[in-house]
């Protein structure tokens, strides 16, 4: 069981206690005294796990990388370029537009 869990159900049983106690009178058969240690044995409980309670330290948040903009190489540009002339000279061969798939008008 946690300790905040356990501190919050021993503070519930003191309460309790401390309401049954002040319905008994003082004379019945040692009740109340017995009753009162009971009492007395919680907050001694208490007290002792209080002291234990320490939060741990909290981590320092982790810090996002930083993304570098790529960008591209002037031998990718060059690779790309030369890609792109051999489709549209295929393209012409065929007589169809390289960006749009139509038929190429003939001109004059």
Do not use: H
């Not at 040692?30 to 796990?49: F, H, N, P, V, W």
């Not at 540009?77 to 007589?95: E, F, M, P, Q, T």
């Amino acid at each position: 069981m946690k300790v905040k869990k356990a501190l919050k159900r021993l503070a519930k049983a003191e309460t309790l206690l401390t309401n049954v106690i002040d319905q008994y009178p003082a004379g019945k058969n040692g009740l109340k005294e017995l009753l009162d240690s009971a009492k007395t044995s919680l907050a001694q409980a208490r007290a002792a796990m209080d002291l234990e309670v320490t939060p741990p330290p909290k981590k320092a948040p982790a810090k996002a990388r930083e993304s570098k903009q790529s960008r591209l190489s002037e031998a990718g540009r060059k690779r790309i370029s030369a890609a792109a002339k051999k489709r549209w000279a295929v393209a012409r061969r065929k007589g169809v537009n390289a960006v749009t798939g139509d038929k190429l008008k003939k001109s004059a």
